[in-house]
């Protein structure tokens, strides 16, 4: 009986993964090479600890087809696996001891977070829907906040616009890029 859900859990995966994102031309090479990028991000943490070549992620992550989603995929809380943006990668490393690291998006608003024992680092802002590629979300940064144990929030001037595509490996893993070249695989939080 365990064997036979687990195969129609599979199964449904499968089937729901390629619908959502994957052509049948490429789908055969998928499996791997999202368990080659999970693989080589997962030596990796929130604290800073960024062991993994560039080069050799942009790699796996360019083999993925480029599909057009449904821009209502993106909505929800995101927490973060990885990223190659040096400042995120900074504060968590530098600024205590790092308990989370996640992205909410609702409606027209991002809202990027890095929480530590003692504090919470926030920037906030906008998005805007870009029509022309469908994968694409340009935005506007328009608050950032350090909030030390529940105190009022200090705030700093929001520095920060552009873009990020966004490539679902499912409805739980996103790999997004952005205009400066970074990369961040998140996973949604149930």
Request: charged share 20%; with cysteine.
């Amino acid at each position: 009986m365990d064997k036979l859900l687990v195969l129609m859990l599979l199964l449904s995966f499968i089937l729901a993964s390629s619908a959502a994102l994957w052509s049948t031309k490429t789908y055969k090479k998928q499996p791997q090479v999202i368990s080659d990028i999970l693989t080589l991000v997962s030596k990796n943490n929130i604290n800073g600890n960024n062991n993994v070549n560039k080069q050799d992620l942009a790699s796996l992550i360019n083999s993925l087809p480029k599909t057009p989603v449904k821009q209502d995929m993106m909505y929800g809380k995101w927490n973060l696996i990885y990223t190659t943006e040096k400042e995120t990668n900074f504060i968590s490393k530098y600024f205590g001891k790092c308990t989370g690291v996640y992205q909410q998006i609702k409606n027209d608003t991002i809202n990027n977070v890095i929480s530590f024992e003692d504090k919470v680092f926030s920037v906030d802002g906008m998005l805007f829907l870009n029509n022309e590629k469908t994968n694409r979300v340009d935005f506007k940064f328009t608050k950032a906040s350090l909030t030390f144990n529940n105190q009022k929030p200090i705030n700093f001037p929001p520095v920060g616009s552009g873009y990020f595509d966004n490539l679902y490996i499912d409805d739980q893993i996103r790999i997004s890029y952005d205009v400066r070249g970074d990369y961040l695989i998140s996973k949604r939080e149930k």
